[in-house]
């Protein structure tokens, strides 16, 4: 589903990041962010399989622009080099759990989860693990889960314990998360394969639990 060319275009940008070389290749850009918009919406139909409260969602809703904005940013270069979409209940400006994915040359991944919550968002959650941390348990030590994502990632985990919690609690490693994060990286031929999008599918499918656990514990 994705094509060479978008590809290349983002290769390409990567080496040419100004307004100029863009507006040159305006119809690259455009042919490329056409051919994300399709696999987005493609990935839609094997998500919504699954999970109906997908339903009514479109590559628009979910597709985030290429502009980067600079206005506070040291880094001035004008423009994103991937092409990114959260496919979110309630849209990409939604701050539920949902599927993050990223087309970019060598970088290219499915994600998902929650990244950085707000303060109360992040109080849910452990507030749930520490009611009961047995159902993520679960879901993490599932052998699919395991062998397609690995471990929750901890780049963004606490030296410390949160207050209001024992160091020596069960689920301390889980507590310790300010975000509840996994991934699964894909190669170019991965991303140019006829398959892609049925491997993103079963990625999603098997990721499903994990946001349910996520966001029951902030309904």
């Known amino acids: 589903m994705i094509e060479k060319h978008t590809l290349d275009f983002l290769t390409k940008i990567k080496k040419n990041n100004n307004r100029d070389w863009f507006d040159k ?3 690259k850009y455009l042919a490329a962010k056409d051919n994300v918009s399709e696999m987005i919406d ?4 094997e998500i919504t399989a699954f999970d ?12 985030f622009r290429i502009y980067r904005d600079i206005r506070f940013a040291k880094d001035k270069r004008p423009y994103k080099t991937n092409m990114g979409a959260s496919i979110t209940i309630g849209g990409k400006k939604s701050t ?10 060598g970088e290219s991944f499915l994600a998902g989860g929650v990244w950085q919550p707000e303060a109360d968002a992040l109080k849910k959650i452990r507030e749930e693990l520490d009611y009961n941390g047995k159902p993520l348990h679960k879901i993490s030590d599932n052998k699919d889960f395991k062998k397609y994502f690995g471990e929750l990632d901890k780049s963004y985990q606490l030296k410390t314990t949160p207050k209001g919690y024992d160091k ?23 991303v140019l394969s006829k398959n892609f999008v049925k ?13 349910d656990f996520l966001n029951q514990a902030n309904d």
């Open 25 to 27: 290749n305006k119809e």
């Open 42 to 45: 493609a990935l839609l139909k």
């Open 52 to 63: 109906k409260r997908y339903a009514g969602l479109t590559s628009k809703d979910c597709l």
């Open 96 to 105: 539920k759990a949902g599927y993050y994915i990223h087309i970019e040359p």
């Open 168 to 190: 020596e609690h069960p689920d301390i490693e889980f507590l310790r998360l300010n975000s509840f994060i996994v991934w699964h990286k894909f190669n170019d031929k991965d």
């Open 199 to 211: 491997g993103l599918g079963k990625g999603a499918k098997i990721m499903k639990p994990f946001l």
